[in-house]
């Protein structure tokens, strides 16, 4: 009798064990595992700190974006007048001018890779779930832009409407998006042959709402990897943009600006270069461990 009870209550602990397995939703799980992962952690804190530092910066320094200072140019790194990353050619403070590019930088990665992914995921999930002619329609569109190089498409936009940040969101929202549809489409075909689909389907529910509720929520995966991927690819592109003289321009300033302006002025002021350089390098790492961890955490077969 006392090895049916032992027997029994070991099975009970087990079936209750399971119980909280099975219990646990798979955002949890994903988040516990991403949780265990020190490189991803380790990118989310340092790029947590940049971003506060950032914010507040500019505002924990005596010196302005507009600030000159005739008799400090070309000053390196020192605390003397709280110069903490010293000055560029023109004396001005490059502690200051260095958060303020963040701000930027950082801006046009996060608004632009919101663009892409609105547009990304609507396109590619209404071509994936319809099928057919629609499917066939959309994506040749799709092939066509893919056609237009990034910076040819850049120029036409400066030529026309002129030198505005904005036109650097759309430009580069405009381009970004398109790979963003196609892994969309991909996992759409893959997920309305599923039975809850059919089940839906069966249910009566309208296909806005099944892409809504059904589609789009079991997708959203591969889409939250590539996002981490695609925000220090569209920084990357705004650095060489406005490295050409096609992005963001003075008075407002960007790491791609400042790093513009520091190959430069190698010779004379090598901080000018290595500190926002620096600080692009460490975010791009940043993205991309958060990026392999979400994979990581994500991934169905490793749980």
């Known amino acids: 009798m006392g090895f049916l009870t032992k027997r029994r209550d070991q099975q009970l602990a087990a079936m209750q064990a399971a119980g909280r397995t099975v219990g646990r ?7 516990r595992r991403f949780a265990t992962n020190r490189a991803a952690m ?5 790029l947590l700190l940049i971003s506060l530092l950032a914010v507040i910066g500019p505002m924990i320094s005596p010196h302005t974006l507009e600030d000159y ?7 390196p790194p020192t605390f003397e007048n709280a110069h903490w990353f010293g000055t560029d050619s023109n004396g001005r403070d490059m502690f200051v001018r260095t958060f303020h590019g963040a701000r930027i930088s950082l801006t046009i990665g996060v608004m632009t890779t919101a663009v892409a992914l609105l547009i990304g995921v609507t396109w590619g999930s209404v071509a994936g779930y319809f099928g057919g002619r629609i499917d066939n329609i959309m994506m040749r569109f799709v092939d066509v832009l893919y056609a237009l190089p990034l910076l040819f498409f850049i120029i036409i936009l400066v030529t026309v409407f002129g030198r505005n940040i904005y036109l650097v969101f759309i430009g580069i929202g405009a381009v970004e998006w398109l790979t963003m549809s196609r892994i969309v489409r991909g996992q759409t075909l893959s997920v309305k042959q599923k039975e809850y689909v059919e089940a839906a389907r069966a249910l009566g529910l309208s296909n806005l709402q099944i892409v809504r509720r059904h589609v789009v929520p079991n997708i959203i995966g591969p889409v939250i990897v590539f996002v981490t991927l695609l925000i220090p690819t569209t920084i990357l592109v705004e650095s060489y943009l406005s490295f050409l003289g096609l992005g963001v321009q003075e008075p407002m300033t960007s790491w791609g600006v400042l790093i513009s302006q520091g190959a430069a002025s190698i010779d004379t002021g090598p901080w000018l270069l290595v500190i926002p350089g620096t600080f692009l390098a460490v975010t ?4 991309n461990f ?3 961890g ?4 994500l991934d169905p077969e490793g749980r």
């Open 42 to 46: 380790g990118g989310v804190v340092v």
């Open 290 to 292: 958060i990026g392999d």
């Open 69 to 75: 200072y005739w008799e400090y140019i070309l000053v």
């Open 294 to 297: 979400l994979r990581d955490a």
């Open 284 to 287: 791009l790492f940043c993205f």
């Open 25 to 31: 939703s798979l955002w949890q799980d994903a988040l």
